[in-house]
């Protein structure tokens, strides 16, 4: 006999198990109902608005949106925040970051989710390294530590892809043993030229306006 799933259940389990994001496969272990169960419920309520579609294979519930960092985490996979968003994240630049960035191992791709810009940025996987899980508005996140957010960010500075504005770092915030620990991964020895030279900006007297 098959499982009858109702709307109003449904959505007052997945917010008591806090589940923000699900695939198809999480859905029916979830519920204990089949694939077909699943597939038809899912597709028939995302007709309706009471599901959203991220992505093929991923969804949430429109009126319990999970948080951008997570959704970046799940977009694209295997991937952790890195780069200006995890800067940011820290306080080690100032600015606001709206578009979300992050490592993979995988090819180097873009998403645009509910207005939201997701961009994932290559790396080798000698250097997919360096990052750790958090919590962070109720769910757990995957973001680079402090150190190797920069060194990713130096990474593409060397490679001459991103600019480097000397005076946004707060560099109070970064352990240094570790940032050349990080760098050193990448085997580029203007990476160690580019750390020496924001220390070197760092320690000047700031200007005042």
């Known amino acids: 006999m098959t499982k009858k799933l109702n709307p109003i259940k449904v959505r007052r389990e997945l917010i008591e198990k806090n589940i923000s994001l699900f695939s198809p496969l999480e859905f029916r272990r979830i519920f204990s109902v089949t694939k077909s169960a699943a ?11 009471f599901f959203v579609k991220l992505r093929k294979g991923l969804y949430m519930l429109a009126d319990y949106p999970a948080n951008q960092y997570l959704i970046s985490n799940r977009l694209y996979e295997p991937s952790y925040l890195s780069f200006d968003t995890a ?7 100032p600015e606001t970051i709206y578009t979300l960035t992050s490592a993979t191992p995988k090819t180097t791709r873009e998403y645009k989710v509910e207005n939201v810009h997701f961009v994932y940025h290559k790396l080798k996987k000698g ?12 769910s757990t996140i995957l973001i680079a530590e402090p150190e190797k957010a920069l060194a990713d960010y130096l990474y593409f500075v060397a490679l001459k892809k991103r600019g480097l504005h000397y005076e946004r770092l707060d560099l109070k915030k970064i352990k240094k043993n570790n940032l050349f620990f990080y760098v050193k991964l990448f085997k580029q020895p203007q990476m160690i030229k580019l750390v020496r030279r924001i220390y070197v900006e760092f320690r000047k007297p700031k200007r005042i306006y």
């Open 39 to 49: 597939n038809f419920f899912i597709n028939y309520h995302l007709k309706t608005g």
């Open 87 to 93: 800067l940011s994240f820290y306080g080690i630049i």
């Open 127 to 138: 250097v997919y390294s360096g990052y750790k899980a958090i919590k962070h508005q109720d």
